[in-house]
């Protein structure tokens, strides 16, 4: 139970992290070995990561997780983003851990509101 409570802050502190554009806490969660993937990036390492992915000026307003669930290695977050420029969608995002690092994340784009 430890463990998954955890698991769950990671994830809430990795959002908080990127939306106050912290990217060296960010780093320090991720495995030396992340990848990343979405609609349109296919398992990026971690470089490409930082620099396709990481906004280089703030975007967002607000994020906010709507469902977190962790069951053993994997969590799964639904959240709602805000951006600056007034526009928001909601997304889904799976984040496999290894130990207490995670070691890869898979965005599911989801819709403009």
């Avoid at 990343?36 to 296919?42: I, L, N, T, V």
């Avoid at 962790?70 to 600056?84: I, M, N, P, Q, S």
Wanted: charged residues 35%.
């Amino acid at each position: 139970m430890n463990e998954m409570r955890s698991r769950q802050q990671t994830v809430r502190d990795l959002y908080t992290a990127y939306l106050a554009d912290r990217k060296d806490l960010v780093g320090a969660m991720l495995t030396e070995d992340f990848t990343f993937s979405s609609p349109r990036d296919d398992h990026i390492d971690r470089a490409a990561y930082f620099e396709r992915c990481w906004p280089k000026e703030p975007v967002f307003r607000a994020i906010e997780i709507e469902f977190l669930a962790v069951e053993g290695d994997e969590a799964v977050v639904r959240y709602r983003a805000e951006k600056l420029d007034g526009g928001s969608f909601a997304n889904m995002e799976s984040l496999r851990f290894r130990g207490d690092r995670i070691a890869s994340v898979e965005v599911y784009f989801g819709r403009n509101l």
